[in-house]
């Protein structure tokens, strides 16, 4: 790798929000070897760590070498392995087992954080898997206050995205057992779709999505909390909607936000994000549904803004899908349009409650 391409990806690493911690074991989350003394002495500043990150929303996982059925059982032992989301305990590379556990919470490399105490290991991450901030384990405390793991907010969800994940972990196999058409299985989670206008109380929340969400997100914009207020008290020229999704396992919380720019001629979606944990659920055009059918009612063509990243071009694929056409570039933004003639059909496998709070 060049010095130049090395210093903006050490730019980028300063800067990237960690979204998932994997943590090694043996002379890390513990002091001492498993396989040789099975009564290891836990690390009592990586445990605390542990629990400030899941408080934070930030997930936990572990890439160790090491005896899987040993190793689960004395994490159980100890209390902790209910912190941890698809653990990889095995004898694979650990860039291997890293990017096993991107996969299975798919969420993006570049929001993962690896801390080792072997230089080998963290070497053999941070050589396959670039995108991943490779820590020493001996320099663990530096994490208390490091900007990559300071969320802007700390909402009630944070300390509950966990729980969410492990409802998914339950999701995900009994769709693996279902025998039957997959709009069969979507039936029988009993999901309720929620759209609202958002509130006060909803705006950490939408920071954070904009923050955070990558794949399904149309523009990428950003807006802090300050903006997002005057953005949904300004109910002349302009709407901002929050979804949220539940289920017979749990509740996904707000995984959804829209903001539209309502002009006499146009609306415009200025940004339309999906949470990636929903992706497989047939939900990501409800919001757009709702959307054309209130620009319809006042008389409006509907325009939507897409600004590719590099992951998100399934939402260009949406609009695309749901009767989109495009009628101007500049740059990277792309406009398109709809002329509402026919709007998409919503799912039937899906209990919709329109928004009923008052703005």
Known sequence: MSVAKEQILKAKKEKQSIKCVVWDLDHT???GVLLEDEQVVLNDEA???VKEMDRRGI???ISSKNNQDAALAKLEELGLAEYFLYPEINWNPKSMSVANISRSLNIGL???AFVDDSEFERGEVAHELPQVLCLDAAEMSQMWASPNFQPPFITPESALRRKMYMSDVQRKAAEKDFQG??????????MTFQIGYATEDDLQ?????????NQL????????????????QDHEGHLLLVANLDDKYGTYGTIGLSLVEKGEQHWTIKLLLMSCRVMSRGVGTIMMSYIMQQAKAAGATLRAEFVPNGR?????????????????KEGDLVVLEHDLVEIQALPEYVNIHLPTNER
Do not use: I, P
């Open 205 to 213: 929340r939408a920071e954070e999505l904009t923050v955070r969400t």
């Open 29 to 31: 989350l513990w002091n």
């Open 181 to 190: 058409h997959n709009e069969e299985f979507l039936a029988k989670l009993n």
């Open 217 to 232: 997100n149309t523009t990428g914009y950003t807006y802090s909390y300050a903006e997002l207020d005057a953005l949904r």
């Open 312 to 328: 998100n071009r399934m939402m260009f694929v949406t609009y695309k899908f749901g009767g989109f056409k495009q009628v101007d």
């Open 110 to 112: 570049d929001t993962f």
């Open 59 to 61: 997930l936990n996982s």
């Open 47 to 49: 445990v605390k760590l």
